[in-house]
T-cell receptor, first 110, second 113 residues
Framework: GEDVEQSLFLSVREGDSSVINCTYTDSSSTYLYWYKQEPGAGLQLLTYIFSNMDMKQDQRLTVLLNKKDKHLSLRIADTQTGDSAIYFCAERGHADKLIFGTGTRLQVFP | NAGVTQTPKFQVLKTGQSMTLQCAQDMNHNSMYWYRQDPGMGLRLIYYSASEGTTDKGEVPNGYNVSRLNKREFSLRLESAAPSQTSVYFC????????????FGQGTRLTVV
């Protein structure tokens, strides 16, 4: 079955880069996503990558995909206090099933 | 634009009571989902519906039932609530396999006492 794993916490200093990692098990995944959840809110899409790509850059966000190792990462450059949130990795697999990871709580300190 | 609307926002139930969580989307999406979010567990898929008239089990379907009433609406029913079902429930929708983004409702905070 599908499984998506993430580390639970990450703490970084403002201005540094953050790297959030994710591993998944479904090799048939077509799209992989990063979502952000702010306190008391639903999830919002940050960025996504198609499974035939290795990298995608979108302003301060860089997504790296290692399909062989089933490893996905999200790098946030110049991390700001407003980036503090929970970040979820997700994979879209068979029959449009959308599976999320455990979420990584990013804390940015001054 | 309403997007995905969930009702109610908050609910307290006694053990053994039943209730239905409602979800509606106005984006003409084919796929709809129900998730529960628990601390340290992330979002876990309860049920999903890839198209009107079809539903499939997710990771944690036990204790729940769903109905895809029409293309817009996807409801989640707890027949006999248990304290283990205390959670925040999210409904989501997406256009389908050719589209990338899932849109989420604001969540329902359910407490079972």
């Amino acid at each position: 079955g599908e499984d998506v794993e993430q580390s639970l916490f990450l703490s970084v200093r403002e201005g540094d880069s953050s790297v959030i990692n994710c591993t998944y098990t479904d090799s048939s995944s077509t799209y992989l996503y990063w979502y952000k959840q702010e306190p008391g809110a639903g999830l919002q899409l940050l960025t996504y990558i198609f499974s035939n790509m290795d990298m995608k850059q979108d302003q301060r966000l860089t997504v790296l995909l290692n399909k062989k190792d089933k490893h996905l990462s999200l790098r946030i450059a110049d991390t700001q206090t407003g980036d503090s949130a929970i970040y979820f990795c997700a994979e879209r697999g068979h029959a449009d099933k959308l599976i999320f990871g455990t979420g990584t709580r990013l804390q940015v300190f001054p | 634009n309403a997007g995905v609307t969930q009702t109610p926002k908050f609910q307290v139930l006694k053990t053994g009571q039943s209730m239905t969580l409602q979800c509606a989307q106005d984006m003409n999406h084919n796929s709809m989902y129900w998730y529960r979010q628990d601390p340290g567990m992330g979002l876990r898929l309860i049920y999903y519906s890839a198209s009107e008239g079809t539903t499939d089990k997710g990771e944690v379907p036990n204790g729940y039932n769903v109905s895809r009433l029409n293309k817009r609406e996807f409801s989640l029913r707890l027949e006999s609530a248990a304290p283990s079902q205390t959670s925040v429930y999210f409904c989501a929708s997406s256009a389908g396999t050719t589209n990338t983004e899932a849109f989420f409702g604001q969540g329902t905070r359910l407490t079972v006492v």
